[in-house]
């Protein structure tokens, strides 16, 4: 079985940033995706940053530059630093596992952007 368990999340302020951490562990194979997607309150979820193990990653256009993952494949963990933080960026973030054809989510974690 495998778990993702999410930290990080928070309220700040425009401009400011945050680092989400997501940990997966359980039966993953070498060959994975890991990644983040978020869903506003009356949005449908979507995508905002996913790496592969092989150091491929893509973002949503409304996160480039400003949004950064990265991941430890040693220990299943990816993590996404947010930076220059909009009103528009609050949501809750879900962390996303790909492997061997099945897809996993984390609860999510709150991401609150207000002053």
């Known amino acids: 079985q495998v778990q993702l368990v999410e930290s990080g999340g928070g309220l700040v302020q425009p401009g400011g940033s945050l680092r989400l951490s997501c940990a997966a562990s359980?039966?993953?194979?070498?060959?994975?995706?890991l990644g983040w997607h978020r869903q506003a309150p009356g949005k449908e979820r979507e995508l905002v940053a996913v790496?592969?193990?092989?150091?491929?990653?893509q973002y949503a256009d409304s996160v480039k530059g400003r949004f950064t993952i990265s991941r430890d494949n040693a220990k299943y963990t990816v993590y996404l630093q947010m930076s220059s933080l909009m009103p528009e960026d609050t949501a809750i973030y879900y962390c996303y596992l790909q492997s061997l054809g099945m897809n996993y989510w984390g609860q999510g974690t709150q991401v609150t952007v207000s002053s």
């Open positions: 359980g039966s993953i194979f070498r060959s994975n995706v």
């Open positions: 790496s592969t193990s092989g150091g491929v990653t």
